[in-house]
């Protein structure tokens, strides 16, 4: 058994601290986020995600996951300290490393003994050796330790399935104690014979980026052959089964869409065109699928258009505010170009998801050009779903004035 500290505790570290600390390791969840952690210490899921809160429960219940926001406290407690902290874009494209960073100083700062220091978070390629080099220099070279990279690949939605039962771990480092180490921290799925890879860190970085921009280039593939069906008479869907029985095409994330989002493939897409670029090179592929993505966004609406020319006045229906189903996470959804697409051309909106709801419902009632006459108000329809988050009250409602509709 481990005594492992997972530093970050949102859709990645929450889920990696439960599932660890579901292996039999002794698990520390830290964040910065006083108010995640006071939910978590309350018994409550701060995220939705299907069977978190099951897993979370009995681990907490089991005495081997515990939630803080002492961060110092925790890696000084720790033997393994995994960052899952969040790596949004930057003004350029490029992942913003700060919150890396700032676990990397802590990781350096309460070094009394050896640690290994894992890197989760989908991190350029470099960001390994850098984090090296600045735990070194902040901790004054006195103790030993090592820096590992080992991506995440869970699917938002069914991330606790995706954790537990992985297609594969990555784990890289050149260093021979961490990968024991690391052996026994994923002792649980090596004793199952889970696809086990052990490279170095920069490959174990790239790894990360490459299936990711892979499989968004897929879905903007198959969105462009929707296109095309539109046009000419085609059933998408039935391209996609056919396309996919092919075992070497294969039936996954060929379904075609509104574009792609979500709080990994726009980023990460977007970072990986700079890394390209940052080592003088271009990546025209995935360039292109950014640039059909974006696209396809707006085709959306497009598409309304050319069904029903005049928008002004009419009332439209979204349907789904997340960017995929059984997830509340709306970072880079669709929806976020659709629905001011269509406020620009003059249509109430009217907005349903299950499962997203009370903030993002909070964020679009938010009173903007309209003054505050016409602040919106919920839709009275009373949809429930049995997939309705338990912070939801409202999953329905018009981002403009009931008045309106
Ligand atoms: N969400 C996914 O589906 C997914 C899948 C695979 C990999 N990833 C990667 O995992 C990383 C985390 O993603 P996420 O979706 O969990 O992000 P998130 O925003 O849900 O969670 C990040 C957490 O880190 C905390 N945090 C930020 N700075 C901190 C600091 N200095 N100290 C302690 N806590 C801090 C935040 O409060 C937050 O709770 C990203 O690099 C992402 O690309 C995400």
Aim: proline share 5%.
């Amino acid at each position: 058994m481990k005594k492992i500290c997972v530093v970050g505790t949102g859709y990645v570290g929450l889920v990696t601290a439960a599932g660890l600390a579901d292996f039999g390791n002794s698990v520390i969840g830290a964040d910065i986020d006083e108010s995640k952690i006071d939910i978590l210490k309350k018994g409550g899921i701060p995220i939705y995600e299907p069977g978190l809160g099951e897993v979370v429960e009995r681990n907490v219940k089991a005495g081997r996951l515990h939630f803080t926001t002492d961060i110092n406290s925790a890696i000084r407690k720790s033997r393994v300290i995994f960052s899952a902290v969040g790596t949004p874009p930057g003004d350029g494209g490029e992942a913003d490393l700060r919150a890396v960073w700032t676990v990397a100083t802590a990781f350096a700062k309460n070094l009394d003994s050896y640690k290994v220091f894992i890197n989760k978070s989908t991190v350029p390629v470099g960001t390994g050796k850098k984090t090296h080099e600045l735990i070194l220099k902040e901790s004054g070279g006195k103790q030993h330790f090592d820096v590992v990279s080992n991506p995440e690949f869970l699917r938002e939605g069914s991330a606790v399935g995706d954790f537990l039962n992985p297609d594969r771990v990555v784990v890289g480092t050149r260093s021979h104690k961490a990968r024991e180490i690391m052996k026994d921290v994923y002792h649980a799925l090596l004793m199952r014979t889970v696809p086990y890879v052990e490279t170095n860190i920069e490959s174990a970085e790239i790894i990360k980026y490459a299936s990711n921009a892979f499989l968004a280039t897929k879905i903007t593939f198959i969105n462009e052959i929707a296109n095309l069906c539109d046009i000419v008479g085609g059933d998408v869907k039935e391209v996609a089964r056919a396309m996919g029985m092919d075992g070497r095409i294969s039936p996954k994330f060929l379904h075609a869409g509104p574009g792609f989002g979500g709080s990994c493939f726009p980023k990460d897409t977007m970072a990986l065109a700079e890394i390209f670029k940052a080592n003088g090179i271009h990546t025209r592929l995935v360039e292109a699928a950014i640039a059909a993505n974006e696209h396809q966004k707006q085709s959306v609406v497009d598409k309304l258009r050319s069904v029903m020319p005049i928008l002004q006045g009419k009332t439209v229906a979204v349907l789904g505010l997340a960017f995929k189903p059984n997830t509340d996470d709306t970072r880079f959804s669709p929806s976020k170009v659709v629905i001011p697409l269509l406020e620009a051309e003059g249509a109430h909106v009217q907005v349903f998801d299950p499962v997203a709801s009370a903030q993002h419902r909070a964020l679009y009632l938010q009173p903007r050009d309209h003054g505050p006459d016409h602040r919106p108000t919920a839709c009275p329809c009373a949809h429930t779903s049995p997939r309705a988050s338990p912070r939801s009250s409202t999953s329905c409602f018009s981002t403009r004035t009931a008045g309106d509709l």
